[in-house]
Structure formats: C-alpha cells, structure tokens
C-alpha cells in the first residue's frame, strides 16, 4: 500500500540553525501539507501546496518558514532560523485531489519528523 | 475562530464494552468530518470519514454525524486494549486543511 514517507524520523538542531525537513507524498497525489505538533497538544495546520504554489497557510507559518518541491517526488518544508519553540512532531500529508468529490478526498499523514531544537 | 473539541479523557472502558467518542465543531461550514487514531509518538491514522447526516459503519466503528447540533461521535465495538489510543477529530471543507481537537484518550482495560 502506497504511503508517506519522511526524512529524517529524528532532527536535533542548534537555536538559530536552519533545518529542511523532507517527505515523498504519495506518488499520484497532487495536494501536500504540513502540520505539527507540540508535545502534549493538538496537530496544527502549517501550509498547503497545489500546482507548485501555496494554497493556504496559518498564522504559524511566517517567514522563517519555506516550502519546495525541487522535483517530482519530494516535498520540503524548510525553518531558517529555528527557535526553542519550533520543537514540535512535524507531519507531512497528502491527498489525490484527482477531483468528483473532493469532500470525501482523505489526506494521509507520514510518520513525522520529531525536531528538538536546543 | 474555528474550534473543534472533545473531552480529554482518558476514557476508560473495559474490554469488550462500548467506547462513545464525541466532538462537536464551532464552523457551520465544515462538510468533512475526519476520525484519527494516535498512538503515542506516532502520526494520526485514518479510522473512518463522514460527510452526511446520520451513522455510517465500518466494521467495529460507528461514525455519527448531526450538522444540525454541529457534533459528531465515533462508536466503538467490543473495544480491545489495543484500540487503547487518542482519538482525533478533524472537520474541514472541501479542499482545504484538516482542523484538529485536542484529541480524547482512551484505555481499554483487559
């Protein structure tokens, strides 16, 4: 069964580094996302990404963070210049979004990358 | 703001007994209704979706759906301690993102 992958399952970093974290969607899924999660509270939409764009974004996501697709697989989510508050589970998802109904278009969540910034 | 909540649990029920799960959603405008299990540690998994009003079944699990009260509960069957877990809901509107509750926890107990 085709899944989410992600790279790499663990980041520690240094305050004020820069990360990229990575994950191969689906291979025949057009719609990519990010979310995290803090330890202990809820998963929190970051961005969403269609057609090379972003289609969408929460307050979160402001300029210290970035998303690529640099090719046909692979979908990154990049921190410029990470905080102790960044520490977080970050999960990549995807869905088909090959149209008819959208409302039943399930997204599917990778394993996560946990990031411990210090 | 969009709120989804749910109790945080922990749920206890022993094995073999029903779990009721509820979650009830802020936005009128939400047609999708998501539930995902979380073990600790990992990334929520699918359990079952429901966009229409009433109850729709898949094997042990019940989703119930009432956009009128803005709830939705997911009913569990013969619980086992491996359905021991945070259960997630998530609403969204078609094509945008998944917006989460906090999750309620459940323990079945052998």
């Known amino acids: 069964e085709p899944e989410v992958t992600q790279t790499p399952s663990h980041q520690v970093t240094q305050m004020g580094q820069e990360v990229i974290l990575r994950c191969v969607p689906i291979?025949?899924?057009?719609?990519f996302y990010w979310y995290r999660q803090i330890l202990g509270q809820k998963v929190e939409f970051l961005v969403s990404?269609?057609?090379?764009?972003?289609?969408?974004k929460s307050e979160i996501f402001d300029d210290q963070f970035s998303v690529e697709r640099p090719d046909g697989s692979n979908f990154t989510l990049k921190i410029r210049s990470t905080k102790l508050e960044d520490s977080a589970m970050y999960f990549c998802?995807?869905?088909?979004?090959?149209?008819?109904?959208?409302?039943?278009?399930?997204?599917?969540f990778g394993p996560g990358t946990r990031l411990t910034v210090l | 703001q969009k709120e989804v909540e749910q109790n945080s649990g922990p749920l206890s029920v022993p094995e073999g007994a029903i779990a009721s799960l509820n979650c009830t959603y802020s936005?009128?405008?939400?047609?999708?209704f998501f539930w995902y299990r979380q073990y600790s540690g990992k990334s929520p998994e699918l359990i079952m979706f429901?966009?229409?009003?009433g109850d729709k079944e898949d094997g042990r699990f019940t989703a119930q759906l009432n956009k009128a009260s803005q709830y939705v509960s997911l009913l569990i069957r013969d619980s086992q301690p491996s359905d021991s877990a945070t259960y997630l809901c998530?609403?969204?509107?078609?094509?945008?993102?998944?917006?989460f509750g906090k999750g309620t926890s459940l323990l079945v107990t052998p």
């Open positions: 990404f269609y057609n090379n764009e972003i289609s969408e």
């Open positions: 998802a995807s869905r088909e979004g090959s149209g008819g109904a959208l409302v039943t278009d399930t997204q599917y």
């Open positions: 936005d009128r405008g939400s047609q999708s």
């Open positions: 429901i966009y229409s009003n």
């Open positions: 998530a609403v969204n509107s078609p094509g945008y993102a998944l917006n």
């Open positions: 291979s025949n899924h057009l719609y």
